[in-house]
Nanobody, 122 residues
Framework: QVQLVESGGGLVQAGGSLRLSCAAS????????MGWFRQAPGKEREFVAA????????YYADSVKGRFTISRDNAKNTVYLQMKSLKPEDTAVYYC???????????????WGQGTQVTVSS
């Protein structure tokens, strides 16, 4: 059974930074694409960023381009989301997920973490 565990969320002021981590269990982490999604209260889960298995290609939602960076360390079975210049509208629960192939669609991911809360105060 694959387990994904996010960490690094918290409360930060607008303009601040946070780095989220997602640790994955299992020996095959390096074979899969990974993604970050977020869900704010009353809204649908939305794509934030994704990275191919090799880390060579990354993809971002327009709302976070230039501010967020996704990366992975396959030796540590971990994917990261570095978030800078945070805005109040970035407030949400952030989830990491695993997919056979990189996609921006939530249904394309078959394993999800429990989420970590990010709150950005104005």
């Amino acid at each position: 059974q694959v387990q994904l565990v996010e960490s690094g969320g918290g409360l930060v002021q607008a303009g601040g930074s946070l780095r989220l981590s997602c640790a994955a269990s299992g020996r095959t982490f390096s074979r899969y694409a990974m993604g970050w999604f977020r869900q704010a209260p009353g809204k649908e889960r939305e794509f934030v960023a994704a990275i191919r298995w090799s880390g060579g290609n990354t993809y971002y939602a327009d709302s976070v381009k230039g501010r967020f960076t996704i990366s992975r360390d396959n030796a540590k079975n971990t994917v990261y989301l570095q978030m800078k210049s945070l805005k109040p509208e970035d407030t949400a629960v952030y989830y990491c997920a695993r997919s056979q192939a990189v996609t921006t669609i939530p249904t394309g991911y078959n394993y999800w973490g429990q989420g970590t809360q990010v709150t950005v105060s104005s």
